[in-house]
Protein backbone atom coordinates (compact mmCIF):
# COMPACT_ATOMS: atom_id res chain seq x y z
CA UNK A 1 0.00 0.00 0.00
CA UNK A 2 1.20 3.64 -0.53
CA UNK A 3 0.95 6.46 1.32
CA UNK A 4 1.81 9.89 -0.57
CA UNK A 5 2.26 13.22 1.07
CA UNK A 6 1.72 16.40 0.15
CA UNK A 7 1.77 20.05 2.48
CA UNK A 8 4.18 21.66 3.71
CA UNK A 9 7.65 21.22 2.22
CA UNK A 10 9.99 21.70 5.75
CA UNK A 11 7.28 19.02 7.07
CA UNK A 12 7.72 16.53 3.67
CA UNK A 13 11.32 16.47 4.73
CA UNK A 14 11.06 16.09 8.40
CA UNK A 15 8.86 13.18 7.41
CA UNK A 16 11.47 11.98 4.78
CA UNK A 17 14.35 11.79 7.80
CA UNK A 18 11.75 10.25 10.27
CA UNK A 19 11.12 7.30 7.44
CA UNK A 20 14.79 6.64 6.28
CA UNK A 21 14.12 8.27 3.21
CA UNK A 22 15.90 10.60 1.21
CA UNK A 23 14.02 13.33 -0.16
CA UNK A 24 15.43 16.97 -1.96
CA UNK A 25 13.87 19.26 -4.85
CA UNK A 26 14.71 18.39 -8.43
CA UNK A 27 12.75 20.39 -10.96
CA UNK A 28 13.09 17.66 -13.30
CA UNK A 29 11.14 15.37 -11.43
CA UNK A 30 7.65 14.85 -11.92
CA UNK A 31 5.90 17.39 -8.95
CA UNK A 32 9.04 19.12 -8.33
CA UNK A 33 10.81 16.60 -6.15
CA UNK A 34 12.72 13.15 -6.01
CA UNK A 35 12.86 10.42 -3.24
CA UNK A 36 15.44 7.51 -2.72
CA UNK A 37 14.21 3.91 -3.11
CA UNK A 38 14.76 2.57 0.04
CA UNK A 39 11.86 0.05 0.92
CA UNK A 40 11.65 -0.63 4.28
CA UNK A 41 10.11 -3.67 5.72
CA UNK A 42 7.84 -3.44 8.78
CA UNK A 43 6.05 -6.18 11.15
CA UNK A 44 2.37 -5.79 12.18
CA UNK A 45 4.10 -4.57 15.34
CA UNK A 46 5.75 -1.81 13.61
CA UNK A 47 9.16 -2.98 14.84
CA UNK A 48 11.72 -2.64 11.49
CA UNK A 49 12.75 -6.16 10.60
CA UNK A 50 14.59 -5.34 7.03
CA UNK A 51 15.32 -2.65 4.64
CA UNK A 52 17.12 -2.68 1.30
CA UNK A 53 18.10 -0.09 -1.90
CA UNK A 54 15.24 -0.42 -3.84
CA UNK A 55 17.49 -0.26 -7.03
CA UNK A 56 19.83 -2.69 -6.45
CA UNK A 57 19.49 -6.35 -7.34
CA UNK A 58 21.52 -7.94 -4.86
CA UNK A 59 19.76 -5.81 -1.75
CA UNK A 60 15.81 -6.50 -3.07
CA UNK A 61 16.86 -10.24 -3.72
CA UNK A 62 18.07 -10.43 0.52
CA UNK A 63 14.67 -8.31 1.20
CA UNK A 64 12.23 -10.76 -0.71
CA UNK A 65 14.00 -13.47 1.27
CA UNK A 66 13.47 -11.69 4.73
CA UNK A 67 9.91 -10.97 3.32
CA UNK A 68 9.48 -14.95 3.22
CA UNK A 69 11.33 -15.76 6.79
CA UNK A 70 8.90 -12.65 8.49
CA UNK A 71 5.71 -14.34 6.78
CA UNK A 72 7.09 -18.06 7.67
CA UNK A 73 6.03 -16.32 11.70
CA UNK A 74 3.04 -15.45 11.07
Known sequence: MWHFVTGDKQKIFGIADDYFVAAME???APGGF???GRLILVD????IRSF?????EEEVNAFMKDIDK???TY
Open 34 to 36: DHS
Open 26 to 28: DSG
Open 44 to 47: KDRH
Open 52 to 56: CEGTI
Open 70 to 72: LLE
